[in-house]
């Protein structure tokens, strides 16, 4: 993707099902689950590199053992540091002790981060937060065992104030506002109630304190707990969670718009926020992989119990879509055919762009998220090319020669990398035109590969905000001197600002939006965004479900096209000298390509939950205000 966009987090969560003897004796080490949470992060990088976390448990611990174990880094390779510091005090501990060397009940015993329950996070910092105590898992503390909880997630609350208000209201102190925090402590909230419920019955039956402690683990309902800690959640989240005694549990959405897959088998139990990070790391087959339902949880019990429970009931299934066109893995399965069918269903358009000239028209990418997709518009772009070979085969056949057959037969599609991506530029120097001469710099091109009677088609991702395709790349593309310069989206027209965990939230930064309000300017419309503007004031203080967007109203008067051609505009500096023509995949064509993730509200504007109409409403009145503050 040329506009970098960052997505706020992975989630990784193993459960180990035998004692660590095992893990030891068959794979040779008790640290089994240690080096596999490693890679289960390491392989979700993508989805994060401000900050990592990682926590575990051990069961069955003595009082007065450490049970609880749990580092966070906000460095630069967070993973590594996270990884680093795990390893430097276990070869400390064991350096130290040599008796611990292979005796797995002393490393138990003694040894941190060696557990059988383990929880890791990665994360993007957003919103210019990615100080160490904003990196999860977050740690909720008691010196009851069964009460302390461990919190990390993938998601991002609308309702974080009403949520805020719900803990204020029941007698609670949050320390911030943060969505993460007040989760946590709404969840930690309903832990202590169970808590106290089945001491009460217990005793009533007779047991004290010490004795009570067992039952209680082995009684705590976590599917009641969760239900009502959920009850007033809107947003798109894939929660985590662990509590000190050995109960976990990993909660999705019932929108189902943030990703979560599990495994399971005699050994572990395995849950990440992507399908191939679990068949890498595990080398387990693709139907072995199961996607956790919208709005269930799977949830291990201390005693290994596992189980699938309905926990708010399921919305219209509503996955983000932006995680098959860019976020996850284009290793899965699926996710590389859906994203090659995107690069196929645009190849029509392209062809009328270029009246069919193939001959004269070279086929590139952005690196290098786009790969997948160029290959698929180039399977297209060939069946093309053999379709214009026959036709000429056909037209010419009474008076073909075998030269002007191996002429025919010899046309090749020309593909290209013609994009390189250089290292980071960091632009240092704050005055702009300097500024923006090494933001030009990012990309550098492949020279001596395109004529001055050539098109040259190049595929990204998506656009989001048009700013490196103005600065770098099309600038770079143009001293090739194609004659002409057609930037295709994988993705549609990106008009709205999302609120359940991408960055992307405000209106005024997305080029889409710059454009429509350019051509209300032109047709002398723009009273439109005065109108949309009081609309959106007079729904301020009605419930979320009372909301409507009325932001779809700015781009109604327009086509699609009439919107990437203004885009074409706004993106192109009166210094390029080639045509340059904007091409975006339809919404109903990213239906087509990915038919099980139909979450569009970043394209359409129909938001999965209440709380998204508020939000883009919210993003509206603080662009037409000028205020910098964030919607949700």
């Not at 960052?6 to 035998?18: M, N, S, T, Y």
């Not at 803990?167 to 202590?192: C, N, S």
């Not at 088998?265 to 990070?277: F, G, I, L, N, Y």
């Amino acid at each position: 993707m040329s506009d970098a966009l960052k997505h706020e987090c992975g989630i990784a969560h193993i459960r180990l099902l035998k004692p660590l003897e095992y893990y030891k004796e068959k794979y040779g080490s008790a640290f089994y689950g240690v080096n596999k949470m490693y890679l289960m992060m390491e392989k979700q990088h993508n989805r994060g590199q401000d900050g990592a976390g990682f926590a575990s448990i051990k069961l069955n611990t003595a009082p007065g053992e450490r049970y609880i174990s749990r580092v966070r880094s906000n460095q630069a390779q967070p993973i590594q540091d996270i990884f680093a510091q795990i390893n430097e005090r276990i070869n400390e501990e064991i350096k130290t002790n040599p008796e611990y060397a292979d005796d797995v009940a002393l490393q138990k015993k003694y040894i941190p981060y060696l557990g059988e329950v383990f929880l890791g996070h990665v994360r993007y910092g957003t919103f210019g937060k990615n100080n160490i105590e904003s990196v999860h898992p977050f740690l909720r503390q008691n010196n009851w065992m069964h009460r302390n909880l461990i919190v990390a997630g993938n998601f991002n609350m609308t309702n974080v104030n009403k949520l805020f208000n719900n803990l204020v209201e029941l007698g609670q102190h949050p320390k911030e506002r943060a969505d993460t925090v007040t989760v946590m402590e709404k969840i930690g909230h309903f832990l202590d109630s169970e808590v106290r419920k089945l001491y009460k019955k217990l005793k009533k039956e007779g047991f004290n304190k010490q004795q009570a402690s067992p039952h209680i683990a082995e009684q705590l309902n976590v599917a009641k707990i969760l239900r009502k800690s959920s009850k007033n959640w809107d947003g798109g989240y894939a929660m985590a969670g662990l509590m000190g005694h050995g109960d976990s549990f990993v909660l999705r959405d019932p929108a189902g718009i943030r990703p979560a897959y599990y495994y399971k088998d005699d050994e572990v139990v395995v849950v990440a926020s992507e399908r191939p990070v679990i068949q890498t790391v595990f080398n387990v087959k693709f139907e072995d992989v199961q996607e956790l339902a919208p709005g269930h949880a799977i949830i291990t019990k201390k005693n290994g119990k596992v189980s699938i429970e309905q926990i708010i009931e399921p919305l219209e299934r509503k996955a983000c879509s932006f995680e098959r066109i860019y976020f996850s893995r284009g290793s899965d399965a699926e996710i590389y055919k859906e994203r090659k069918k995107l690069g196929q269903l645009l190849m029509p358009e392209v062809l009328k762009s270029i009246e069919h000239d193939t001959l004269n028209t070279v086929f590139s990418f952005i690196p290098n998220t786009a790969e997948t997709s160029f290959y698929g518009m180039v399977e297209a772009a060939q069946d093309e090319l053999n379709k214009q070979k026959n036709d000429a085969i056909l037209a010419e056949k009474e008076t073909l020669t075998d030269a002007r057959l191996q002429q025919i037969l010899s046309h090749r599609l020309r593909t290209e990398k013609i994009a390189i991506k250089d290292v980071k530029l960091r632009t240092f120097i704050t005055e702009d035109s300097s500024r923006d001469d090494l933001v030009a710099h990012v990309y550098d091109v492949t020279y001596g590969v395109v004529r001055p009677q050539d098109n040259l088609v190049i595929i990204d991702d998506s656009i989001v905000r048009g700013t490196t395709l103005k600065k770098s790349i099309i600038k770079m593309m143009d001293r090739l001197n194609p004659k002409q310069i057609v930037i295709v989206s994988s993705a549609p027209q990106i008009r709205y600002p999302d609120c359940y965990g991408i960055d992307m939230a405000r209106l005024e930064d997305l080029v889409a939006f710059r454009a429509a309000l350019d051509l209300h300017k032109e047709n002398n419309s723009y009273q439109v965004i005065q109108d949309v503007y009081n609309k959106c004031k007079e729904q301020v203080d009605l419930e979320d479900s009372e909301v409507k967007n009325f932001v779809k109203e700015i781009y109604e008067p327009f086509t699609n096209e009439e919107i990437s051609d203004k885009i074409s505009e706004l993106i192109s500096e009166p210094t390029v000298k080639a045509k340059v023509k904007v091409i975006y995949q339809t919404v109903e064509n990213l239906h087509k390509a990915c038919p099980k993730n139909l979450g569009d509200w970043y394209f359409t504007g129909d938001y999965p939950t209440p709380g998204g109409n508020r939000v883009v409403n919210r993003a509206f009145i603080n662009f037409y205000e000028g205020t910098k503050d964030r919607a949700y």
